[in-house]
């Protein structure tokens, strides 16, 4: 009897459920139908949790609970990326500022002209006296000496002018001291002594030094040059080509030879202080150096100084350099008097 009750009354819950379903809608019944499955999927993973768990199900609980190797790894990659990236940054902001830097720098030609200029005039307030002169001489065409207290300048027009009031300074002094006593005598007897005592002006064979040939012989010009410093000199003079002698000017005037040579100086032949020597026989008619190789230089800084070569001023120019550095001369001796 309890059996059929039971199932009697399982059939009457089965009819009344039909009996409310057949009020539902369709919508309805589809959701009780869902929560119906719901429950019996509720059940089936309660009684799968109330299991045993496997080992692959710890594993993934043990990697949920504690930080992987990959996660560190990720974190790793991550810091070394952010790092990596920083200095991206750093080399981009600092090639910004090299371009930035180079651009400053980059100037147009009258920036440059203004920059140089201001930079120069800073230099030349603050360098010593010989850096001026060495600077001024890299690139004027002109050319600077420096003096005691002074800057000497001398251009291309003016060199040979210079150097004729160089040479003329200190014997001027003293060939006019000398010649005062004789200005008196022409002040008061109104005529000039000449040589033995006539009137007629001495002639005076005066062989230059350097390096004339006769193929580069004494020039119109340097017999000019030469009458020139002994006008300056107080000595009235008429000067002369010899003729006979590519190396050679004859000197008309009233003074001696010795106050003509003492002018010249180092331009003339006869005030080289020259050595003999039983090695050269007199066919060398002109002194030789010494020191070739010294002779050579001081040829060489004359070429540089002067237009011409060999010439009055570029000769003794020469041969005042070659004295500054040691050199010498010497010649043959001459034959003895019988």
Same mark, same amino acid.
């Given at each position: 009897?309890?059996?059929?009750k039971?199932k009697?009354?399982?059939?009457?819950?089965?009819?009344?459920?039909?009996n409310a379903m057949?009020n539902?809608?369709?919508?309805?019944?589809?959701a009780e139908?869902?929560?119906a499955?719901n429950?019996k $999927?509720?059940k089936l993973? =309660?009684?799968?949790? #109330?299991t =045993?768990?496997s080992?692959i199900t710890?594993?993934i609980k =043990?990697?949920?609970?504690?930080?992987?190797?990959?996660t560190?790894?990720?974190?790793?990659v991550?810091e070394?990326?952010k790092?990596l990236?920083k200095?991206?940054?750093?080399?981009?902001q600092l090639?910004d500022?090299?371009?930035?830097?180079?651009?400053?720098?980059?100037?147009d030609?009258d920036? @440059?002209?203004?920059?140089f200029v201001?930079?120069?005039t800073e230099f030349? +307030?603050?360098a010593e006296a010989d850096?001026?002169?060495?600077?001024?001489n890299? @690139?004027?065409?002109?050319?600077v000496?420096v +003096?005691e207290?002074? @800057?000497?300048?001398?251009?291309p027009?003016t060199?040979?002018?210079i150097a004729?009031?160089?040479?003329a300074?200190?014997p001027? =002094?003293?060939?006019?001291?000398?010649?005062?006593?004789? $200005?008196?005598v022409?002040?008061?007897?109104?005529e000039?002594?000449g040589?033995?005592?006539g009137?007629? $002006?001495?002639?005076h064979?005066?062989?230059?030094a350097g390096?004339?040939t006769a193929?580069?012989p004494v020039t119109?010009?340097?017999?000019?040059?030469?009458?020139? &410093?002994?006008q300056?000199? #107080?000595?009235? *003079?008429e000067?002369?080509?010899?003729p006979?002698?590519?190396?050679k000017?004859?000197v008309?005037? &009233?003074a001696d +030879?010795?106050?003509?040579?003492?002018?010249?100086?180092d331009m003339?032949?006869?005030? &080289?202080?020259v050595?003999y020597?039983?090695?050269?026989?007199e *066919?060398k008619?002109?002194?030789?150096?010494?020191?070739p190789d010294k002779?050579s230089r001081a040829?060489?800084?004359?070429?540089s100084?002067?237009?011409?070569y060999?010439s009055a001023y570029?000769?003794?120019?020469?041969?005042?350099?070659?004295?500054? &550095? #040691?050199?010498g001369?010497r010649m #043959?001796k001459?034959?003895?008097?019988?």
């Amino acid at each position: 009897m309890a059996s059929k009750k039971s199932k009697d009354t399982s059939f009457a819950d089965l009819v009344k459920r039909l009996n409310a379903m057949s009020n539902m809608t369709p919508e309805q019944e589809r959701a009780e139908l869902m929560v119906a499955a719901n429950r019996k $999927a509720e059940k089936l993973v =309660e009684s799968i949790a #109330g299991t =045993e768990q496997s080992a692959i199900t710890k594993a993934i609980k =043990e990697a949920d609970t504690d930080e992987s190797i990959s996660t560190q790894i990720r974190k790793e990659v991550t810091e070394e990326d952010k790092r990596l990236s920083k200095i991206a940054e750093l080399e981009k902001q600092l090639a910004d500022l090299k371009a930035e830097e180079k651009e400053e720098a980059t100037l147009d030609a009258d920036s @440059f002209r203004e920059a140089f200029v201001k930079e120069i005039t800073e230099f030349v +307030k603050e360098a010593e006296a010989d850096k001026l002169a060495e600077l001024y001489n890299s @690139f004027s065409a002109n050319e600077v000496e420096v +003096k005691e207290d002074s @800057f000497l300048i001398k251009t291309p027009e003016t060199s040979e002018i210079i150097a004729d009031a160089e040479k003329a300074e200190a014997p001027e =002094e003293e060939v006019v001291q000398e010649k005062e006593p004789e $200005a008196e005598v022409e002040q008061t007897t109104d005529e000039a002594s000449g040589y033995q005592g006539g009137v007629e $002006a001495r002639k005076h064979d005066v062989t230059l030094a350097g390096d004339f040939t006769a193929e580069e012989p004494v020039t119109e010009k340097d017999a000019e040059s030469i009458e020139k &410093m002994l006008q300056d000199a #107080g000595i009235p *003079a008429e000067v002369n080509l010899n003729p006979e002698a590519y190396d050679k000017v004859n000197v008309a005037t &009233m003074a001696d +030879k010795d106050a003509i040579l003492k002018v010249l100086g180092d331009m003339v032949e006869e005030n &080289m202080d020259v050595e003999y020597s039983d090695d050269l026989t007199e *066919a060398k008619k002109k002194p030789v150096p010494t020191s070739p190789d010294k002779w050579s230089r001081a040829k060489a800084k004359a070429r540089s100084k002067f237009d011409v070569y060999p010439s009055a001023y570029a000769n003794a120019y020469a041969a005042k350099e070659y004295k500054k &550095m #040691g050199g010498g001369w010497r010649m #043959g001796k001459p034959k003895k008097k019988k």
